[in-house]
């Protein structure tokens, strides 16, 4: 098993990564300013949940096939991508709190807690980064690489609650503020959609 002083170590740098801005915690900003605490807490909780499923592509070597392999990469990050797209064209006709024709109903905790997972999972380049990552703190001296993959990724989700977590409480705080007015939700909505948008064309345009 992987040593305390490592572990410390990778949490650390799994801290500073989690707080550079990137889409997952850009993410989690936009769903928070729009939705609410409550909301960023449970989109948080999907993007940790697909971080599991990354995990167990590199232990298994799956994300070596996907980095090998140019059709897989490019259907998985155009997959991703029109999801997006999609979440950018809900938050551009969201309504506001005091009602009209483009009032959506609010999304439920199951909703929020499945676009974290499908906004991670459809990111390839998520896959690709846990694979050149991991391996730096892992050991074939201190035993499985397949536990220490697992071990490494659980306390990666770790720092991710945290910041996340963290980030959800201060944008939904924020946000807060501005759904008391239907022009300033109206402000919010559509930079939510301008977010999500330039996400998708981020992630349409990266390579591998």
């Known amino acids: 098993m992987i040593d305390s002083h490592t572990l410390l170590?990778?949490?650390?740098?799994?801290?500073?990564?989690?707080?550079?801005?990137?889409?997952?915690?850009?993410?989690?900003?936009?769903?928070?300013?729009?939705?609410?605490?409550?909301?960023?807490?449970?989109?948080?909780?999907?993007?940790?949940?697909?971080?599991?499923?990354?995990?167990?592509?590199?232990?298994?070597?799956?994300?070596?096939?996907?980095?090998?392999?140019?059709?897989?990469?490019?259907?998985?990050?155009f997959m991703g991508a029109a999801y997006l797209i999609y979440l950018a064209w809900q938050a551009f006709r969201a309504g506001t709190s005091s009602g009209g024709a483009e009032d959506l109903p609010p999304l439920s905790n199951g909703e929020l807690y499945r676009r974290g997972i499908l906004m991670n999972l459809t990111n390839p380049k998520v896959s690709l980064f846990f694979m050149a990552f991991l391996p730096q703190f892992a050991d074939p001296l201190r035993g499985s690489m397949t536990m220490q993959f697992f071990q490494l990724g659980g306390v990666f989700i770790i720092a991710t609650i945290i910041?996340?977590?963290?980030?959800?409480?201060?944008?939904?705080?924020?946000?807060?503020?501005?759904?008391?007015?239907?022009?300033?939700?109206?402000?919010?909505?559509?930079?939510?959609?301008?977010?999500?948008?330039?996400?998708?064309?981020?992630?349409?345009?990266?390579?591998?």
């Open 9 to 77: 170590a990778f949490f650390t740098t799994s801290l500073v990564l989690a707080l550079s801005p990137g889409p997952d915690n850009l993410f989690v900003l936009a769903q928070s300013a729009q939705n609410g605490r409550a909301a960023g807490f449970y989109v948080t909780l999907g993007l940790s949940t697909g971080l599991i499923g990354h995990t167990v592509a590199v232990a298994l070597g799956l994300a070596a096939i996907i980095h090998a392999s140019l059709v897989a990469f490019t259907v998985l990050k």
């Open 163 to 208: 910041v996340f977590g963290t980030v959800s409480v201060f944008a939904g705080g924020a946000g807060e503020k501005f759904r008391r007015s239907a022009m300033a939700q109206m402000v919010v909505n559509r930079a939510a959609a301008l977010i999500f948008a330039g996400l998708a064309f981020k992630l349409a345009l990266s390579e591998r």
